[in-house]
């Protein structure tokens, strides 16, 4: 199971951390990272992580801004957000998978349950 928190309600050019913390099995071998889905929009890719750590990849309206990370000793994976724009507004979803790139999701995947980010301009 992904345990996702550390939404809220944050001003435009302001910063929030995600944290998404799994349990019941390790995750290892598996890449991690953040999806978002916008009111009346379909989800998005936000950035992923590979499982050794050493490759990322991020959605082209967030690089530069954001920065995904993860920690394997503690099955976690977080997203460092900098100067949030009121576009960033959304559900932000932790997925943990086989692989995680901007147009696919590897299976098994295992998902989060969501939380809200909400930028105010």
């Known amino acids: 199971q992904l345990q996702a928190s550390g939404g809220g309600l944050v001003q435009a050019g302001g910063s929030l951390r995600l944290s998404c913390a799994a349990s019941g099995r390790t995750f290892n071998n598996y890449d991690m990272g953040w999806f978002r889905q916008a009111p009346g929009k379909e989800r998005e890719f936000v950035a992923s992580?590979?499982?050794?750590?050493?490759?990322?990849y991020y959605a082209d309206s967030v690089k530069g801004r954001f920065a995904v990370s993860r920690d394997n000793a503690k099955n976690t994976v977080d997203l460092q957000m900098n100067s949030l724009k009121p576009e960033d507004t959304a559900v932000y979803y932790c997925?943990?998978?086989?692989?995680?790139?901007?147009?696919?999701?590897?299976?098994?995947?295992?998902w989060g349950q969501g939380t809200l980010v909400t930028v105010s301009s």
């Open positions: 997925v943990v998978a086989t692989y995680v790139l901007r147009t696919s999701v590897g299976r098994p995947a295992y």
């Open positions: 992580i590979s499982w050794s750590d050493t490759i990322t």
